[in-house]
């Protein structure tokens, strides 16, 4: 499938913008915000499927005050860092969906269980024991979600060898297995779109396949979690599913739109940039580089050539960010005839590949509404990476 972002992407999709802010900038407008997480809200209501976003997409604790206000029921994070610090901003339900493992987790882990209703994850015997010995030490129980790996071979056991690790963490004193969990993170590679949709109802079909095998085996198990933006659409109507747990969906980016799940209108993200450079006609260069945009390219490769470069520059058909170094973002022309109009001191706006490492790179995001700043948030701080 050929995916075209130009005519998606006009001026009309250029957020209006304060004067006087510095660049680069993460800009967040609040409406398109609060209509992505009211539509997964509202698909996961409709399915009956628990909605645990997953917080590590942005870091920000009034964002995940934000989804619970509009129809989360907990939330997701990769870190303990990460679940300490939006528990101390209020979160009451979270899960730790990242294998924690030894004796220095495992204390943190009790300790957070004092204060919010927690869920932690393992794809181990030898991570879920250290995890069970803490929290029998204190004479408590945790909850915990098996890792299964649905095809991304990250990390995750085999479907294969889930039923036996099941039942030897679920001997384990100190936790109490109540489901199984994965990152459905292959879809990524989907060709087009209906290969989109038949990797991610295999995920969903593979996931309860395994949960059924358990629980023929004997053991009881209430939730079947899969976690990713880009079947989130898809899995959530899928039977045996129970909960679904995506990040990006509640701002888009490029990858998402070069999926086929978002446009331009619907992404609620733009990094504000500066043209600071125009050596020649074809090329200049925009304050926002590789610590603004990152690395990272499109998920898929079938979409590669249609969407190449580091982020989409907002109504500059024909201008590509070719190419990134640390605090540079180097644009080249690539359309017909001659160059269109780009001046130095000219601001402009990206819509970033990957939604995630902008946020953690950048550290703060600038909330509008209206064209009007509304307040100016900080990722959590130093440690959340721990």
């Given at each position: 499938?050929?995916v075209?972002?130009?005519?998606q992407?006009?001026p009309?999709d ?9 660049t680069p ?12 997480l ?7 209501q ?5 909605l ?5 997409t942005h870091?920000?604790a009034?964002i995940a ?5 509009h129809g ?6 990769a ?15 979270m ?5 924690l493992?030894?004796?220095?987790k495992?204390?943190?882990?009790v ?15 030898i991570g879920?024991r250290?995890?069970?010995e803490?929290?029998?030490?204190e004479?408590r129980l945790?909850?915990l979600l098996?890792?299964?790996d ?11 060898d889930?039923v ?6 679920a001997?384990l ?5 109540t489901?199984?969990?994965?990152h459905e ?14 990797r ?7 996931m ?14 209430s ?24 990040g990006?969906?509640a701002?888009?980016?490029?990858g998402?739109i ?5 446009t ?6 733009r ?5 600071v450079?125009?050596?020649?006609p ?8 590789s ?19 580091y982020?989409?520059l907002v109504?500059l058909p024909?201008?590509r ?6 605090e540079?973002g ?8 001659d160059?269109t ?10 819509i970033?590949?990957h ?5 953690s790179s950048l550290?703060?995001?600038t909330?509008l509404?209206?064209?009007?700043i509304?307040a100016i ?10």
């Open positions: 499938m050929t075209d972002v130009h005519p992407s006009s009309l250029t957020f209006v913008v304060p004067p006087g802010l510095e900038n993460l800009l967040l407008d609040l409406d398109i915000l609060e209509r992505n009211d539509e997964m809200a509202g698909l996961c409709r399915h009956r499927v628990s645990r976003p997953h917080a590590k870091r920000v009034r005050q934000l989804q619970l206000e989360a029921d907990g939330i997701c994070v870190k303990l860092g990460e679940a300490e610090a939006l528990v101390a901003a209020g979160v009451s339900r899960t730790v969906a990242y294998p493992v030894g004796a220095d495992a204390r943190r882990a300790a957070l269980a004092q204060r919010c209703e927690l869920t932690v994850a393992a794809d181990s015997v879920a250290s995890l069970g803490a929290f029998a030490a004479g945790v909850d098996l890792i299964v649905s095809g991304l071979g990250r990390c995750g056991v085999a479907p294969s889930a036996r690790v099941a039942w030897d963490v001997e004193p100190g936790v109490r297995l489901g199984v969990m994965t993170g292959s879809v990524y590679a989907a060709a087009d779109q209906s290969d989109l949709v038949a991610s109802k295999a995920a969903a079909a593979s309860v396949s395994v949960a059924e095998a358990i629980r023929s085996a004997g053991l009881t198990l939730t079947v979690s899969l976690g990713s933006s880009a079947s989130a659409r898809t899995v959530v109507a899928e039977p045996g599913v129970t909960e679904i747990r995506p990006i969906y701002f888009n980016d490029l998402q070069a999926l086929g799940n978002a331009a209108a619907t992404c609620a993200v990094v504000l940039s500066t043209v450079s125009r050596p020649e074809h090329r200049a260069c925009i304050d926002a580089g610590k603004s945009l990152s690395q990272d390219r499109l998920p898929a490769s079938a979409y590669v050539d249609e969407l190449s470069g982020g989409h109504g024909g201008w960010i070719e190419r990134l170094s640390e540079h180097w644009l080249r022309w690539v359309g017909a005839g160059p109009p780009l001046t130095i001191g000219q601001r402009v706006q990206v970033p590949n939604v995630c490492t902008v946020f550290n703060e995001v909330a509404r209206g064209g009007e509304e948030w900080s990722t959590i701080g130093p440690g959340a990476s721990r």
